[in-house]
């Protein structure tokens, strides 16, 4: 058994000892009665004192004794230099404690101490109230003390604050005050711990002394706490990440893992451990890699972990995305968790041969299938050209050269067959076979135009090509009346290409191939129209222009101006409900674009019209086969009287407000939102088109001056509406047999 003894013995067992004298000594002799070479170390307490790293009270000599062979020798001197209880006065007892590190043993001796008191006594007590504080960062907190003079004689005394930070304390470590004999004093020190990364959350002991100038000093001492505050902030760099990180042309198996980049940064004042979990819907799916495994964050610092994901990846398919969630752990939670305390990463594991060679694989399957199978969604067989919204915005209707009208209910992103309507009978209209799914009518002829009756949007008005127009229910498509002009031998085959109804649904314009326009009225909301036309006017005889053709009708919002349209590129004003004395039509007033385009001709026309709704300023836009668009007031224009007042047309002199190209070819129908910031426009080049106006009514260069296109067909573009309801929706009809549905958010 190996030897480890410690012999020591003291060269005294009493020792006197009187402050301000000269130091008093003993020896402490230790023998190493061991077989190994160790060194020796001795420590002294006096039993009831208090411990203050600052105050000592004795040396030694050496302090640390070198290692020694077995059977040496090693003598310590100890000096005691001051007394180890301040102001006692009496006999304590001192523990000597021998050790040696090398044999984990010690050895204990003890002397008797007495402390005579000296000449000089001890006239301060200094107290606390309160020994234990606790502030957080920036705030202060206020210490008092208590010092009494015990002497018979007044004294000026200084307190000083020890023990921590001098730029901790509000003001200076010191208070100055005079007592009197036997008086009491108060003061306060003010300690304000200053920001988050300066004051880490720990115990701060701190001594306050009191010294006079006749006296012995006293002291007290205390601990402020510095609570915790803050927080670790938790981020990610980027959240979602592929495998492989680029795509590859080629296949690529050797791609497995993906590494986030998460951070953390100590905005408290706390030092912090930080270690890593990985959970979530797909964590069994990975392995994980964290670098490094436990993260050191001191204060004010930000420290990097990289998590590496590895999983597989499928073959084939489109990949698959997995769901994880970081969570951090904190070793010091009085503050709780890292803000936030999760963080969701998603990986996408793409295929390992890419998605465009599956893609070329499966083609020729997908075009035999497509071939074979034929599947159709249901449409028209002939180009659509008028759609329309239904008073409420619920529904679509549209016609189509196909002689049928077909209705549409409104979905999230698309237009679908109404389930109301299924076509009972044999679906067949212009000798071709149609879906019978959402088809409400089939008509006599081609549809040309449709319109709903303002007060009744459960009818619509349908213009065809063999000039009747019929009035029918909706949604069942039964016909309720038709209207056609028996008086005109030429009325039949006139092509009806516009229809207008007035606000209060008691009055129809319509527009006709031949040049004519025809007023159609009732009584009241709850009758049918009159057989016979209220009105007609021959705008081919009128304005002396053969060939004219009225394309385009609209009525100003206030109902009391109709604008006519067509080619050689002019539009007609009719003030059609101004009374007058004799029975003959209203007047006329003709605007010309010759001055706006000198190319005008009978093959240039303007195509569409368009009011801003509810707008006391009658704000008219057109469009023209030019693919100009032009924005008008029409109650700037100015009336030139004709000479010949036998005639009853007037000539225009109206300025544009605004005046843009819209497109290389026609833009064949216009329409504006309700407040007419936007305008939509629809046309030969395919393209629905949104412009934004300034409040001015002019093109808004600064937001899209070439327009926003929101969709792009490989056909004309014949017919748009638009129906500001849960955002603003548009619907186009097109020469490819669609009826499609737009939303602006």
Not at 53 to 76: M, N, Q
Request: glycine share 6%; proline share 6%.
């Amino acid at each position: 058994m190996e030897k480890s003894v410690i012999n020591a013995s003291l060269s005294t067992q009493n020792l006197t000892f009187r402050p301000g004298d000269t130091p008093v000594s003993f020896e402490v002799a230790v023998n190493n009665d061991s077989d190994r070479f160790v060194n020796f170390q001795i420590e002294v307490t006096a039993a009831g004192e208090t411990r203050n790293t600052g105050y000592l009270w004795y040396r030694l000599e050496p302090e640390v004794a070198a290692a020694k062979p077995p059977g040496s020798s090693t003598i310590f001197q100890v000096f005691i230099y001051n007394t180890p209880i301040p102001g006692f006065v009496g006999t304590v007892n001192l523990m000597v404690k021998i050790f040696s590190p090398q044999l984990a043993q010690q050895s204990r001796l003890v002397l008797r101490l007495k402390i005579e008191r000296d000449n000089r006594p001890t006239h301060l007590s200094v107290e606390l109230p309160v020994r234990e504080f606790q502030v957080y960062p920036r705030n202060s907190v206020d210490i008092p003390v208590r010092v009494r003079n015990l002497g018979q004689q007044p004294t000026d005394v200084v307190l000083r604050f020890t023990g921590v930070d001098p730029s901790w304390l509000t003001g200076s470590t010191e208070r100055r005050l005079f007592l009197e004999a036997g008086g009491l004093a108060e003061a306060t020190f003010q300690c304000q711990p200053p920001s988050v990364v300066q004051a880490p959350s720990q115990n701060y002991p701190f001594t306050i002394e009191a010294v006079s100038n006749n006296g012995y000093p006293s002291s007290a001492e205390g601990n402020i706490e510095v609570l915790p505050v803050g927080f670790i902030d938790f981020g990610i760099t980027q959240k979602h990440l592929k495998i492989p990180s680029k795509s590859a042309w080629l296949p690529d198996w050797k791609s497995d893992t993906a590494s986030f980049e998460l951070l953390f940064k100590n905005a408290s004042n706390l030092n912090q451990e930080i270690n890593l979990q990985v959970q979530g819907r797909d964590w069994r799916k990975c392995s994980f890699k964290k670098l490094p495994e436990i993260t050191n964050l001191h204060l004010a610092e930000t420290s990097k972990v990289i998590l590496d994901v590895k999983t597989k990846r499928p073959w084939l398919g489109i990949g698959k995305t997995l769901l994880l969630e970081a969570k951090s752990e904190l070793s010091d939670q009085r503050l709780g968790s890292t803000d936030p305390a999760t963080q969701t990463l998603e990986v996408e594991a793409l295929p390992i041969i890419p998605l465009w060679l599956q893609l070329a694989a499966i083609a020729l399957l997908a075009a035999l299938l497509a071939w074979i199978l034929q599947p159709r969604d249901v449409m028209h067989t002939r180009s659509v050209n008028s759609v329309r919204f239904s008073g409420i915005g619920l529904s679509v209707v549209s016609g189509s050269d196909d002689c049928t009208l077909r209705l549409w209910s409104i979905g999230a992103e698309r237009l679908d067959p109404d389930d109301r309507v299924t076509y009972v009978g044999q679906p067949v209209a212009c000798n071709k076979a149609q879906q019978p799914k959402g088809l409400m009518a089939i008509t006599d002829d081609a549809v040309e135009v449709l319109r709903f009756m303002p007060l009744q949007n459960d009818r619509v008005a349908v213009g065809l090509d063999n000039g009747v127009i019929e009035l029918r229910d909706v949604p069942s498509g039964a016909k309720i009346s038709e209207l056609q002009d028996f008086k005109d031998p030429k009325a039949k085959g006139d092509r009806v290409f516009d229809l207008a109804f007035t606000s209060n649904s008691l009055n129809l314009f319509s527009g006709y191939g031949s040049g004519k326009v025809r007023l159609w009225s009732r009584p009241a909301s709850n009758t049918d129209f009159l057989p016979e036309p209220r009105e007609v006017i021959d705008v081919q005889s009128t304005l002396k222009l053969s060939g004219f053709q009225v394309r385009a009708l609209n009525l100003s919002p206030d109902a009391k101006t109709l604008v006519i349209a067509g080619n050689f590129k002019r539009f007609i004003l009719w003030q059609w409900n101004r009374i007058q004395s004799d029975k003959q039509f209203p007047g006329l007033s003709v605007q010309n674009l010759e001055k706006l385009d000198p190319l005008v001709g009978r093959e240039d026309y303007i195509w569409g019209l368009a009011f801003v709704p509810n707008s006391a300023e009658k704000i008219l836009a057109t469009s023209d086969s030019a693919g100009f668009i032009t924005i008008w007031n029409l109650n700037q224009c100015q009336t030139i009287k004709n000479p010949n007042p036998q005639e009853k047309v007037n000539e225009l002199n109206c300025s544009p407000l605004d005046r843009w190209p819209a497109s290389k070819t026609s833009v064949h129908s216009l329409a504006f939102s309700d407040d007419g910031s936007l305008l939509v426009s629809g046309g030969d080049d395919g393209r629905v088109v949104v412009w934004y106006l300034t409040s001015e009514h002019k093109l808004d260069k600064t937001k899209a001056a070439e327009g926003k296109t929101i969709y792009q067909s490989s056909k004309k573009i014949n017919s748009i509406d638009l129906k500001s309801n849960q955002g603003t929706m548009i619907v186009s009809g097109s020469e490819d047999f669609q009826v499609k549905l737009h939303r602006i958010k």
